[in-house]
């Protein structure tokens, strides 16, 4: 193993060790909160998200949030009592597969594993949490054009066209199983469809300002 490798094998350690404190934090709080509140989960740009700060300030309901940078569905499977069924919330806002747009191991297909997981996240909301109204997000946009998306030589997979084709079949799923379907991106966007280059140094994440405006646009179901 060469030098670079065993650096990239210890970053990746230690981010997975990362995940699993936040779950185990997680799993702790979960025995101090008020079951039947709102929640958030999903991946890091739901992690990100200081909802329960800005629905505090507002005098909105509690909201908590349950998001885990880094996480794909078969993870959010794995943690699926703690980061969602746990709280027993009365509304559930989702937003989880945007770290799946990926490339994945010769022979299997980024689009295929995510239809199928997500399926199973939203039949496993049906069947354990029937009565909490539940809206799946839509994916955010990107930028290439980033500075931090061009050091790292780009987003892989996770392109617009992609993010789009998986909006689509989030959509698809949200009708089928008598969800809500959110897309608050309108704010987020360039007039080319690109995530707003001055609000993101990696092309994916992005800032405060911004989170303010996806917030804005979801008072109406909060």
């Given at each position: 193993?060469?030098?670079?490798?065993?650096?990239?094998?210890?970053?990746?350690?230690?981010?997975?060790?990362?995940?699993?404190?936040?779950?185990?934090?997680?799993?702790?709080?979960?025995?101090?909160?008020?079951?039947?509140?709102?929640?958030?989960?999903?991946?890091?740009?739901?992690?990100?998200?200081?909802?329960?700060?800005?629905?505090?300030?507002?005098?909105?309901?509690?909201?908590?949030?349950?998001?885990?940078?880094?996480?794909?569905?078969?993870?959010?499977?794995?943690?699926?009592?703690?980061?969602?069924?746990?709280?027993?919330?009365?509304?559930?806002?989702?937003?989880?597969?945007?770290?799946?747009?990926?490339?994945?191991?010769?022979?299997?297909?980024?689009?295929?594993?995510?239809?199928?997981?997500?399926?199973?996240?939203?039949?496993?909301?049906?069947?354990?949490l029937p009565d909490t109204v539940v809206y799946m997000m839509a994916y955010y946009p990107v930028n290439?054009?980033?500075?931090?998306?061009?050091?790292?030589?780009?987003?892989?997979?996770?392109?617009?066209?992609?993010?789009?084709?998986?909006?689509?079949?989030?959509?698809?799923?949200?009708?089928?199983?008598?969800?809500?379907?959110?897309?608050?991106?309108?704010?987020?966007?360039?007039?080319?469809?690109?995530?707003?280059?001055?609000?993101?140094?990696?092309?994916?994440?992005?800032?405060?300002?911004?989170?303010?405006?996806?917030?804005?646009?979801?008072?109406?179901?909060?």
């Open positions: 193993m060469t030098e670079r490798e065993k650096i990239v094998q210890e970053m990746a350690e230690r981010f997975q060790m990362e995940k699993e404190r936040k779950l185990q934090n997680y799993r702790e709080q979960n025995r101090y909160i008020r079951k039947g509140q709102t929640l958030f989960t999903g991946s890091s740009l739901m992690e990100m998200f200081p909802i329960t700060e800005f629905c505090l300030n507002e005098g909105l309901p509690t909201a908590y949030n349950r998001g885990i940078g880094g996480y794909v569905t078969d993870e959010f499977l794995a943690a699926i009592d703690t980061v969602l069924l746990d709280p027993e919330p009365s509304k559930l806002f989702i937003n989880i597969g945007t770290n799946d747009i990926r490339s994945m191991p010769e022979g299997e297909d980024w689009f295929a594993h995510l239809s199928a997981n997500y399926r199973r996240i939203c039949e496993i909301i049906r069947d354990k290439w054009d980033a500075p931090g998306a061009r050091e790292h030589g780009g987003l892989g997979e996770r392109t617009n066209e992609n993010v789009n084709r998986a909006n689509r079949m989030a959509e698809g799923l949200a009708r089928e199983f008598g969800f809500n379907y959110i897309d608050v991106n309108d704010g987020l966007k360039d007039k080319d469809g690109n995530l707003q280059i001055e609000h993101t140094g990696d092309g994916v994440h992005f800032d405060s300002a911004a989170y303010r405006t996806v917030f804005d646009r979801l008072r109406p179901y909060l």
